[in-house]
């Protein structure tokens, strides 16, 4: 049975329709990706996945549980976390700080008043071992906001993953990065989810990402899959060139 699977999901904004009838899913411990060009819908589906919004149709179901609809912090957790866009990061506070209170997030006793100390001893063992995944650990005192922006995109991923989840959902995770800060990004990725059984659901728009990390690639124009396959395959669709790659070869 896969960890989640998407059933024919419809998403109307007016007239527009942002996601067509949309099958998909992501087994355990794969790491797939959803590539498309700008209006493809790929933010959408992340954001009904995640329950920012509501699907018109179609179902969402995670470890054989129907979780349409359900409030984003009860879906946050069944166990699934993500990334975005753009940053959300407290600056204001230690590299720590911010994964910490991210592992507090999916802690049972978080609103307990009693035994508060072993829950912040555990939620600091776990930021630890997030950001010793993230290669972040020389930076952990420092404030969020001194960080270079390739580093806080980590601090991002760090900050999901400490809320050990069964899904990481990483939207455009190399955004704004350099050549430099990509290759690093990448590979930190990539050592981080072979150390584990994690599944990923990956949005990027860099292809030469998408191919290092990817096992399997759903490709989305105008709401619709149009690919869905190994990356091998998915490179060489004549459609996918089309709508996505610009004919390249």
């Given at each position: 049975?896969?960890?989640?699977?998407?059933?024919?999901?419809?998403?109307?904004?007016?007239?527009?329709?942002?996601?067509?009838?949309?099958?998909?899913?992501?087994?355990?411990?794969?790491?797939?990706?959803?590539?498309?060009?700008?209006?493809?819908?790929?933010?959408?589906?992340?954001?009904?996945?995640?329950?920012?919004?509501?699907?018109?149709?179609?179902?969402?179901?995670?470890?054989?549980?129907?979780?349409?609809?359900?409030?984003?912090?009860?879906?946050?957790?069944?166990?699934?976390?993500?990334?975005?866009?753009?940053?959300?990061?407290?600056?204001?506070?230690?590299?720590?700080?911010?994964?910490?209170?991210?592992?507090?997030?999916?802690?049972?006793?978080?609103?307990?008043?009693?035994?508060?100390?072993?829950?912040?001893?555990?939620?600091?063992?776990?930021?630890?071992?997030?950001?010793?995944?993230?290669?972040?650990?020389?930076?952990?005192?420092?404030?969020?906001?001194?960080?270079?922006?390739?580093?806080?995109?980590?601090l991002e991923v760090a900050m999901a993953i400490a809320q050990q989840p069964r899904l990481l959902m990483l939207d455009e995770p190399t955004?704004?990065?350099?050549?430099?800060?990509?290759?690093?990004?990448?590979?930190?990725?990539?050592?981080?989810?072979?150390?584990?059984?994690?599944?990923?659901?990956?949005?990027?728009?860099?292809?030469?990402?998408?191919?290092?990390?990817?096992?399997?690639?759903?490709?989305?124009?105008?709401?619709?899959?149009?690919?869905?396959?190994?990356?091998?395959?998915?490179?060489?669709?004549?459609?996918?060139?089309?709508?996505?790659?610009?004919?390249?070869?």
């Amino acid at each position: 049975m896969p960890l989640l699977e998407c059933k024919g999901l419809v998403r109307h904004f007016g007239a527009l329709v942002a996601v067509d009838n949309v099958d998909m899913s992501v087994k355990q411990g794969e790491i797939r990706a959803v590539i498309g060009p700008n209006g493809a819908g790929k933010s959408t589906l992340f954001n009904l996945i995640t329950s920012v919004h509501k699907p018109t149709a179609g179902q969402i179901i995670f470890a054989g549980e129907n979780i349409t609809g359900l409030p984003v912090y009860e879906v946050a957790q069944k166990g699934i976390a993500r990334t975005f866009q753009l940053c959300h990061i407290f600056p204001a506070l230690t590299v720590r700080e911010n994964v910490r209170i991210a592992a507090q997030a999916r802690d049972e006793r978080r609103w307990h008043f009693i035994g508060g100390g072993r829950m912040l001893n555990k939620s600091a063992a776990v930021a630890d071992e997030a950001l010793e995944h993230m290669r972040l650990t020389r930076f952990i005192d420092m404030r969020a906001s001194m960080l270079s922006h390739g580093d806080q995109r980590l601090l991002e991923v760090a900050m999901a993953i400490a809320q050990q989840p069964r899904l990481l959902m990483l939207d455009e995770p190399t955004q704004g990065l350099s050549l430099e800060e990509t290759d690093r990004a990448v590979q930190i990725l990539k050592d981080m989810l072979k150390a584990g059984n994690l599944s990923v659901l990956l949005v990027e728009h860099d292809m030469e990402v998408v191919f290092k990390l990817a096992d399997n690639i759903t490709v989305l124009h105008r709401g619709r899959v149009i690919a869905d396959g190994l990356p091998a395959a998915v490179r060489a669709n004549a459609e996918v060139r089309s709508a996505y790659l610009g004919g390249a070869e």
